[in-house]
């Protein structure tokens, strides 16, 4: 079945360090990939999202590219900042109209 | 508009009771889903509904009822409640089911179950 795999956290930076967190997807087909943010004590938030091969989605300064070829859609920022840390959850819409999530990854930034 | 709102924020059950958890989103969306949140395991799609009076089965349903009388209220009952059900829910709202369309979350209700 269709599943998304994130890296384990947490993922702990200094601020203004380079973020990567990274996501793989399996799907039948050609599914929606998204980028959803939920902070302390919050429900979660769309972050970016991206409906086709090699778009691009970016928000806030984040960034994520969806790439078939290697049934990724990694999380790039290039300088983050205290207010980031948060869960992030990768997650796949399939042609089910289901939302799969994988498990998140808590970013913690310090000063 | 107040977006997705669910009450209420934290509860704590004995096992055997039962509760509903309720859901209510003011943005006109068809599509709306409970998901259920556990450490390590992300969010896992318990119902959801495509518009009123139409609702089916996620992931996890065993234990848990819903109801789409209306387009606006989507609430979740527990029958009986187990220590397996201590968790945070959410409910999620979008325009329309899956694919590109952004899903609304509200705060979320946290349950434990003793």
């Known amino acids: 079945g269709n599943s998304v795999t994130q890296m384990e956290g947490p993922v702990t930076l200094s601020e203004e360090a380079f973020l990567t967190i990274n996501c793989t997807y399996t799907?039948?087909?050609?599914?929606?990939l998204f980028w959803y943010v939920q902070y302390p004590g919050e429900g979660l938030q769309l972050l970016l999202k991206?409906?086709?091969?090699?778009d691009k989605g970016s928000n806030k300064g984040f960034e994520a590219t969806y790439r078939k070829e290697t049934t990724s859609f990694h999380l790039e920022k290039g300088s983050v900042q205290v207010s980031d840390s948060a869960v992030y959850f990768c997650?796949?819409?399939?042609?089910?109209?289901?939302?799969?999530f994988g498990t998140g990854t808590r970013l913690q930034v310090f000063p | 508009n107040a977006g997705v709102t669910q009450t209420p924020k934290f509860q704590v059950l004995k096992t055997g009771q039962s509760m509903t958890l309720q859901c209510a989103q003011d943005?006109?969306?068809?599509?709306m889903s409970w998901y259920r949140q556990d450490p390590g395991m992300g969010l896992r799609l318990i119902h959801y509904?495509?518009?009123?009076?139409?609702?089916d089965q996620g992931e996890v349903p065993n234990g848990y009822n819903v109801s789409r009388s209306t387009t606006e209220d989507f609430p979740l009952r527990l029958l009986s409640a187990a220590p397996s059900q201590t968790s945070v829910y959410f409910c999620?709202?979008?325009?329309?089911?899956?694919?590109?369309?952004?899903?609304?979350f509200g705060p979320g209700t946290r349950l434990t179950v003793t």
């Open positions: 999620a709202s979008s325009y329309s089911a899956g694919f590109s369309y952004e899903q609304y």
């Open positions: 799907a039948t087909g050609y599914p929606s």
């Open positions: 991206a409906t086709k091969a090699d």
């Open positions: 997650a796949l819409s399939d042609d089910t109209d289901k939302l799969i």
């Open positions: 943005m006109n969306h068809e599509y």
């Open positions: 509904s495509v518009g009123a009076g139409i609702t």
